[in-house]
């Protein structure tokens, strides 16, 4: 009885100004769920492509621990170990190390991360097969391209490296050495290309001793996470086992802060949309008085009453969320499928990837779809309440 009651009082199609009241509702509902399931679409797809590019392209990287920490030849032979791991491409052991560089157009100089490797055993790649040691008398470094711009250094200048590294007392000292500039590097990441430097390997252990790591390249199609356990059950407690996505956790971290501010910022829309619900069964109130007291006086009592508003408007609001996810998910589909959202090349530095994906979400669309009927429910509390408490006597002697 209360669904009849409902869907003759919506489809009864009487009043112009109950039917525009109500399309209005209807559609400033499907946009705002609309703009919200889009927002957290590209939230998604941002967040998911940057951490499977940073576990494709970045390595894990395993530090040994204990006695084998900073012993080269114990590290030789984990990555023999590591090597034969299913899903490992390529195992590298690096010489890493902080410290500062010095050119002639920057005489003040730059932090950066050094790291020596053998040429084609690291992640760096790019440049790594100029790294003969002795470069017209100089050892041979490869920058990141940005550290490069900073530097002001063109290939074949000389830079000064200012090292800190262990000493047999303990104690850490400094380290110098003259470098040429053999080439540059691009990873993708702004902050790697901004801050290493690549050397030989044998050129980082003439400075003195500097911390052990292995950078493991997982194969093609292989699954990073499974190889990351693989390790760690391998090596267990002799080293730690990172991965560039856990090198980055705060990045990821203020990606879901963001993502749910959005939601909420956007939430808003939603929330003012029900304004417009609420308008319209104030509209159905005043509009189905005569009819809403005939119920009345026929014995349909104040609660039936009010569910029978709420039905109505909860129609409006799941109608309205309907429309906006289906919206939302078309828009996201066609955006993601055409690359509607691209960035310049100096831009997609900066932000690690091309083109955004939106990636719509079963969770996310849960998440849109529940707060868009609360908000609905609480904003036709207040019109139902009101058809509830008409009096049939008194609504019918003014009709």
């Known amino acids: 009885m209360v669904w009849w009651i409902a869907a003759r009082y919506l489809l009864g199609g009487r009043s112009r100004l109950l039917t525009g009241t109500a399309r209005s509702a209807l559609g400033s509902t499907g946009l705002g769920v609309a703009a919200m399931v889009v927002s957290m679409a590209l939230m998604s797809g941002y967040t998911s492509s940057v951490e499977n590019r940073l576990l494709q392209s970045g390595p894990l990287v395993v530090t ?21 791991l299913p899903g490992v491409e390529r195992v590298g052991v690096t010489l890493a190390g902080q410290g500062q560089l010095l050119s002639g157009a ?23 097969e100029e790294l003969g040691r002795n470069v017209d008398g100089f050892d041979a470094v490869v920058l990141g391209r940005q550290l490069q711009r900073t530097l002001g250094a063109a290939d074949g200048e000389l830079l000064r490296l200012t090292a800190i590294v262990g000493s047999p007392s303990g104690q850490p000292r400094f380290a110098y050495r003259t470098l ?22 044998d050129a980082v252990r003439a400075l003195g001793a500097v911390g052990v790591v292995l950078e493991v390249a997982t194969s ?9 356990r693989s390790i760690e059950e391998l090596v267990g407690g002799d080293a730690l086992v990172t991965d560039w996505r856990r090198g980055n956790r705060d990045i990821f971290a203020a990606l879901r802060l963001q993502k749910w501010g959005l939601f909420l910022v956007l939430g808003l829309i939603v929330l003012v949309s029900t304004f417009n619900i609420a308008a319209a069964l104030v509209v159905m109130v005043r509009e189905r008085g005569r009819d809403t007291a005939v119920l009345g006086a026929l014995g349909l009592g104040p609660r039936r009453l009010r569910r029978v508003f709420l039905v109505c408007g909860l129609s409006l609001g799941a109608a309205g969320t309907g429309l906006g996810l289906l919206l939302g998910s078309l828009v996201s589909a066609v955006i993601t499928r055409y690359e509607l959202v691209r960035f310049d090349p100096g831009v997609a530095e900066i932000y690690f990837i091309s083109s955004v994906p939106f990636d719509v979400r079963a969770l996310d669309l849960l998440a849109v779809a529940g707060f868009s009927l609360l908000v609905v429910s609480l904003a036709c509390w207040w019109p139902a309440r009101l058809a509830s408490s008409l009096e049939p006597a008194r609504a019918l002697h003014w009709e």
Request: proline share 5%; charged share 25%; hydrophobic share 40%.
């Open 106 to 128: 920057n005489p003040a100089g730059v932090d950066v991360w050094f790291r020596g490797v053998l040429p084609g055993a690291s992640s760096f790649g790019a440049g790594e």
């Open 180 to 201: 040429r500039v053999a080439g540059a590097f691009e990873t993708g990441f702004s902050e790697y290309d901004r801050s290493y430097a690549v050397l030989h390997r």
């Open 220 to 228: 093609e199609g292989a699954d990073p996470s499974a190889v990351h």
């Open 64 to 84: 040994p621990l204990g006695e084998a920490a900073g012993d080269l030849a114990s590290a030789d032979e984990m990555a023999a170990r590591l090597r034969r």
